[in-house]
């Protein structure tokens, strides 16, 4: 029941520029941990594949919105059948799970999600088209979701598990968090491939299990932005995959022109010892991911499509899926130019099955939006500024359902250092407050509410 999964046997570029000397990528393999348990898979249960299904998604009277889904997009575009795969999503591997009647330990403990927004993939559709026919347009993040199975076999029902999610953005640039790297494409397996195929390495801190630089300095991103979802009883998913979706405490601005990555983690909310079997005792979260060309013929795996950046092709596409296994995760002798990084799909020769995460995120260029549910819990709309980005002003609207005893509205940098703070106004209905020129950067600007505080994400260029 078990295979090998291993690196593409080929020369990997480790370097920040392409051009610079290659080093001779060395092997790395896992056991075959396919989660082989059925479940049914209905497409149709997927928000963006509702979404897709008309044009008339694509445009509202406020503006574009629309769900993003890299996999389902590719498989339409490609003309291909994708199959799914699932596995097992641990902090660790401790708790051993079902692999095909074989209990072993959990293996991947990070999923990355890298998306450019100005794909080809997506501009296929009307759909979602416009991100990249307005490349210069702000946009936003209202939403996301994950396609997923969960089950419950913890002995205490009150149990709550947690989704910890970690989303920002970066350059196209490869610096930092988005480190450049390649592989010459000596075997021509690729669809679409090219000599030299580049990609975008995301770091990881194996101290702290968290996304860092990708240098040795291993920094933080500098505008993450982190939350958490709760997982409960009434998300269960056991028989069948389910398409869970969540709002953004708060929309995360970003620009088409940038990459955009949400790491996912499991957290579970119980202990467990080495070597527990978490199906049978706990409660275990499964995630799916398609490959894209299908298992191909008996079953022996086949190769994602490649669309070249190394030469600037109009197909450019950075758009890549992401793990941290267990080799990344306890540094246990990963090939040479692996160690402290999430492995991107394009490493992989076939059989390796988790090209594409069904992660998806719903996207807007409407930026006066306050996001699913906050007017609603709290009496407060929070809009974007806009414009944002922007240089010399900028305008943020507000609206109170009721009349409140105070109002404060305040600019803080991302050292957390009040900028600016101001008494605005308490009355029920629309307000506004100007912002001024500030010098280049990100700022977070609040407001304050009798003590119930809305936060938000500038950018100054």
């Known amino acids: 029941m078990k295979k090998i999964y291993s690196l593409i046997t080929a020369v990997f570029i480790t370097s920040v520029s392409l051009a610079q000397a290659p080093t001779q990528q060395g092997g790395l393999s896992f056991p075959g941990k396919q989660v082989t348990k059925s479940r049914v898979y209905d497409k149709n249960s997927l928000k963006v594949v509702q979404q897709r299904q008309t044009a008339a998604n694509a445009k509202t009277a406020a503006g574009h919105g629309a769900w993003f889904n890299y996999g389902l997009e590719a498989e339409i575009l490609y003309s291909v059948t994708s199959d799914l795969n699932s596995n ?12 095909g009647g074989t ?36 946009i936003q993040i209202d939403s996301m979701s994950i396609f997923y199975a969960y089950t419950r076999n913890h ?33 021509s397996n690729y669809p679409g491939g090219a000599d030299t195929m580049g990609f975008r390495r995301l770091g990881y801190r194996q101290s702290q299990n968290i996304v860092a630089s990708a240098s040795p300095t291993t920094t933080l991103p500098p505008n993450q932005y982190k939350f958490k979802i709760l997982l409960t009883g009434t998300d269960t998913a056991n028989a069948a995959y389910r398409d869970k979706s969540f709002a953004l405490p708060t929309p995360f601005a970003t620009m088409p022109t940038k990459l955009t990555v949400a790491d996912v983690q499991f957290i579970p909310g119980y202990t467990y010892t080495l070597t527990q079997q978490i199906d049978a005792t706990a409660n275990t979260f499964f995630f799916t991911s398609l490959e894209e060309n299908g298992a191909g013929s008996g079953g022996g795996g086949t190769y994602i499509t490649y669309n070249d950046c190394g030469y600037g092709s109009s197909l450019c596409d950075y758009s890549m899926s992401h793990i941290v296994p267990i080799d990344v995760r306890y540094n246990q002798s990963p090939p040479p130019g692996w160690n402290g990084r999430f492995i991107p799909t394009l490493a992989y020769t076939a059989p390796y099955g988790f090209e594409h995460h069904l992660i998806s995120f719903y996207v807007t260029d409407d930026l006066t939006s306050v996001g699913v549910k906050e007017a609603a819990q709290t009496g407060v709309a929070l809009s974007q500024n806009v414009p944002n980005p922007f240089t010399k002003e900028s305008v943020v609207n507000y609206s109170l359902a009721k009349d409140v005893n105070s109002a404060l509205f305040t600019v803080t940098d991302v050292m957390g250092r009040v900028i600016t703070s101001e008494k605005v106004g308490t009355t029920t209905g629309a307000h506004s407050v100007k912002l001024g020129a500030y010098a280049a950067g990100i700022y977070y600007y609040s407001l304050n509410v009798d003590g119930n505080v809305t936060t938000k994400k500038m950018i100054v260029q």
């Open 88 to 99: 097992y999503l641990m902090p660790d591997s401790l708790g051993y799970g079902d692999f």
């Open 103 to 138: 209990f072993a330990p959990t293996w991947i403990h990070h999923l990355g999600e890298m998306v450019d927004f100005r794909s080809v993939v997506f501009g296929n559709t009307p759909v979602t088209d416009w991100v990249a026919n307005a490349p210069t347009t702000p």
């Open 155 to 187: 002995p205490n029902p009150n149990i709550v598990d947690t989704l910890v999610v970690t989303i920002f953005d970066g350059p196209l640039t490869g610096t930092g968090v988005f480190a450049t790297g390649g592989f010459l494409n000596t075997g």
